[in-house]
């Protein structure tokens, strides 16, 4: 019959060992837990082949324990075990089956350093990936930031392009109006010019008749009395003409009277044209400027929304972190009430030292 050995004597030859010195390593420590956890699970018997297994397990989960200790653990074991009632046949088997067991526990563990090693490699190309695409969305949000900047800078740009435009056409007309009213004003002067040469003509002939008909008078009588008749129908139509003459002039001079009035009117609006042009072209530009106030405080406000979003999502993926370690700490609690419950008699590490 195969000798066999029970929990509690394993783990108190574990527990002697690696107290021997008085202290315990955190490596040696690690490695009881998983053997007790091991044994405590193993539903066989504890013969020397299962101890081995069992030993190679709770090995691969606790690679930190150095191959001195472990060596002297194994041995320490398998000295129960009565090596001199085993056969040969037995121990070629054992040896067989423990080493085809070891190599696949190796192939195991390399597998799985390399499926680590694989899952980091992954998570840094992850990480690496969503760095650069967050480098990119920025970088294209930049852009389209830029682009549309760039838009208004040239909306403007040919908004005032066109004020200037038209205030440079209203200045043209302005400039052709005044130049006609000049016009108008020299071609009335002109004929005013005219008018008094005309009239200064008509007297300085009416003055050479007068003295013809002085003249004719000394020579005759009656040429006199002729001459005084024609003096009083010549005094009468001069004096038709004089009222002709001042009613003229006096229309003259309200007519230029009328221009100027007219002239000054028409550059008073076209200052008071300009200056409205100018009014507006301010309050546009004030318009302007508190669009582009209120556009960087609803930028800021919406920024400070997505990072008060941001900081709660983060509080709550905390909070579910915490209540879920809590929930799983209370729940391994509650296990290792019941299995201390319903376990062997496992004697206990001493308290770790300092």
């Known amino acids: ?103 696949r526990k190796e192939a195991e563990l390399a597998a799985r350093a390399k499926a680590i090693e694989n899952s980091r490699k992954i998570a840094e190309a992850k990480a690496k990936a969503e760095s650069a695409l967050k480098i990119q969305i920025e970088e294209e949000e930049r852009l389209v930031e830029e682009a549309r900047q760039r838009i208004l800078a040239e909306e403007a740009v040919k908004r005032q392009a066109e004020e200037e435009a038209r205030l440079e056409e209203e200045a043209r007309l302005q400039a052709e109006e005044i130049a006609k009213i000049e016009e108008q004003a020299r071609m009335k002067a002109e004929e005013n010019a005219r008018i008094q040469a005309e009239h200064e003509e008509r007297l300085k002939a009416e003055e050479d008749a007068k003295l013809k008909a002085e003249e004719e008078a000394r020579r005759s009588a009656d040429a006199e009395k002729v001459r005084l008749e024609e003096e009083k129908i010549r005094l009468e139509e001069e004096e038709k003409l004089r009222a002709i003459t001042e009613a003229h002039q006096k ?54 929304e997505q990072a008060r979003i941001a900081q709660q999502d983060a509080d709550r993926k905390l909070a579910d972190e915490q209540a879920r370690i809590a929930k799983e700490a209370a729940e391994l609690a509650a296990k290792e009430a019941s299995e201390n419950a319903h376990s062997k008699t496992i004697p206990d590490l001493p308290p770790t030292e300092d």
Request: aromatic share 6%; glycine share 2%.
């Open 1 to 103: 019959m195969t000798e066999q050995l029970n929990l509690t004597e394993v783990m108190t030859e574990v527990q002697n060992f690696i107290t021997a010195d008085g202290q315990i390593i955190p490596a040696q420590r690690d490695f009881y837990r998983a053997l007790r956890e091991k044994m405590n699970n193993h539903t066989g018997l504890f013969t020397e082949p299962e101890m081995e297994i069992i030993l190679l397990d709770a090995r691969a989960e606790v690679l930190e324990l150095t191959d001195d200790d472990y060596d002297g653990i194994y041995n320490l074991i398998m000295s129960r075990f009565g090596l001199n009632k085993r056969l040969e046949e037995e121990a070629r088997q054992r040896e067989e089956f423990v080493l085809n067991e070891r190599l």
């Open 251 to 304: 229309m003259v001079e309200e007519a230029i009277r009328i221009s100027d009035a007219e002239r000054l009117a028409e550059e008073a609006k076209i200052n008071e044209e300009i200056e409205q042009a100018r009014i507006i072209a301010e309050q546009a530009k004030k318009v302007e400027e508190e669009a582009a106030r209120r556009q960087r405080e609803a930028d800021e406000k919406l920024a400070q």
